[in-house]
């Protein structure tokens, strides 16, 4: 499956973005889909996950309460809605799928147990 994340950009501190994850070759129903970011100087990180066949999802402790990560099953993507962003959250963001499932309660997910990624999106947000 090959995934392409878009919806990156710029915004001020307290704004928004909601990121998308799309797939071509596979579908991302049959995938646990998760988000990860990298800033400059930094290790990627993960922020969310979602896993297929139940719906559970999981979040970073830095983003709970302001990041939701959802399926819309209309457009086949597996979206990130980021609320009230700030400075800190500046990196690109990228997306990754593997046929795996977390339980909850997960709140770091090394990037290694994910087998497809996307190309990432910038994501910066000025103070």
């Known amino acids: 499956v090959q995934l392409q994340a878009y919806g990156g950009g710029l915004v001020q501190a307290g704004g928004f973005l909601r990121l998308s994850c799309a797939a071509s070759?596979?579908?991302?129903?049959?995938?646990?889909v998760g988000w990860f970011r990298q800033a400059p100087g930094k290790e990627r990180e993960f922020v969310a996950v979602?896993?297929?066949?139940?719906?559970?999802?999981n979040l970073a402790d830095s983003v709970k309460g302001r990041f939701t990560i959802s399926r819309d099953n209309a457009k086949k993507t597996v979206d990130l809605q980021m609320n009230n962003l700030n400075p800190e959250d500046t990196a690109v963001y990228y997306c990754?799928?593997?046929?795996?499932?977390?339980?909850?309660?997960?709140?770091?997910?090394?990037?290694?147990?994910?087998?497809?990624w996307g190309q990432g999106t910038q994501v910066t947000v000025s103070s």
């Open positions: 990754a799928a593997t046929r795996g499932r977390f339980s909850s309660g997960h709140n770091s997910i090394s990037p290694n147990a994910f087998d497809y």
């Open positions: 070759g596979g579908t991302l129903n049959l995938y646990t």
């Open positions: 979602t896993s297929w066949g139940g719906g559970v999802t």
